[in-house]
């Protein structure tokens, strides 16, 4: 009788926590438009990982076929992955499909996920990014003009446009930063009209 209840209580936990998998943030306004807007690009954007492995694969059969290594080829590769890497933090932001550490959060209820999602957006990203954008400003302004080029022969020129994208990107994960605020906020201080909505789900 004893391990009868015990799984009947296991079985109910484990619905529970199958239920809250499905429950997720109520969507605002704000945020329904900004976070279409960021879909849109990170979308349009994530082409650039065609033309990525299009340049490798061109970079490869130059290098080892043709026996003609490019400089150029192999910095482009790398400003492409960047700028496919900086606009998709803003995109993983808003679908919510960034790393988690999953053993630990796949266990906790929607109330105190959002509890620790606000306190990492208040206390860690936001202040990250504010660092990020105050200091990429002067060292975008610096390669501008001082009229950067790559270092290595045969290199890419314009070194500010490359740097430019950290900036963009960032101000990107700001946006996708205050949609998800908004989310996290509209469900644990809901106003009245959505409070009963909000009770129903907690």
Not at 68 to 87: A, D, K, N, T, V
Not at 98 to 110: A, C, Q
Not at 179 to 187: I, M
Request: glycine share 6%.
């Amino acid at each position: 009788m004893h391990n009868n209840n015990e799984i009947k209580i296991t079985q109910g936990l484990t619905e529970l926590d199958s239920l809250n998998q499905d429950i997720e943030l109520p969507v605002t306004k704000f945020s329904t438009w900004l976070d279409n807007t960021l879909i849109y690009i990170g979308k349009s954007v994530s082409l650039i990982w065609i033309f990525l492995i299009a340049v490798i694969i061109f970079n490869v059969f130059m290098r080892y076929i043709l026996g003609e290594g490019r400089i150029e080829f192999e910095e482009l590769q790398w400003h492409l992955y960047s700028i496919g890497w900086l606009f998709g933090l803003s995109y993983c932001l808003v679908t919510d499909n960034h790393v988690r550490v999953d053993l630990v959060h796949h266990r906790l209820t929607l109330r105190t996920k959002a509890w620790l999602e606000l306190l990492g957006l208040l206390f860690f990203l936001i202040p990250f990014i504010c660092i990020v954008l105050w200091y990429a400003v002067p060292f975008i302004a610096y390669s501008w003009t001082t009229g950067e080029i790559s270092g290595a022969p045969g290199g890419l020129p314009y070194r500010w446009l490359i740097k430019a994208v950290l900036f963009l990107g960032f101000i990107l994960l700001a946006f996708a930063t205050l949609s998800r605020l908004s989310r996290v906020c509209a469900y644990l201080f809901p106003l009245k009209a959505h409070a009963s909505h909000v009770q129903a789900i907690a």
